[in-house]
């Protein structure tokens, strides 16, 4: 079974940067994308940025310009570098994994990360 564990989670104050890793446990075949989604209290789970097995990234709206999405395949394990925090960034923040299975696709999660961004 795939896991996924997130970690670098941490309290900053606003305008900090933080770095978020995800590591996979074993080397797995048949990526379409690993992504990053958040979610704060009371609201939603969101999403936040992807990097396709190509290696294209995309981002939402509200980090575009700020955080950035990268992966170090030797390491099987996928970074979120956050710079110019903001409150409104705080959430838990979590790793997924998208694959092909060669009939469907297929999820896996982390367990997630707190990030708490202070005023």
């Known amino acids: 079974q795939v896991q996924l564990v997130e970690s670098g989670g941490d309290l900053v104050q606003a305008g900090g940067s933080l770095r978020l890793s995800c590591g996979v446990s074993e080397s797995i075949s048949g990526i379409i994308a690993l992504n990053w989604y958040r979610q704060a209290p009371g609201k939603e789970r969101e999403y936040v940025a992807r990097?396709?097995?190509?290696?294209?990234?995309n981002y939402a709206d509200s980090v575009k310009g700020r955080f950035t999405i990268s992966r170090d395949n030797a390491k099987n394990t996928v970074y979120l570098q956050m710079n110019s925090l903001k409150p409104e960034d705080t959430a838990v923040y979590y790793c997924n994994l998208v694959i092909w299975t060669g009939l469907q696709t297929k999820d896996y999660w982390g367990q997630g990360t707190q990030v708490t961004v202070s005023s």
């Open positions: 990097i396709t097995a190509g290696g294209n990234t």
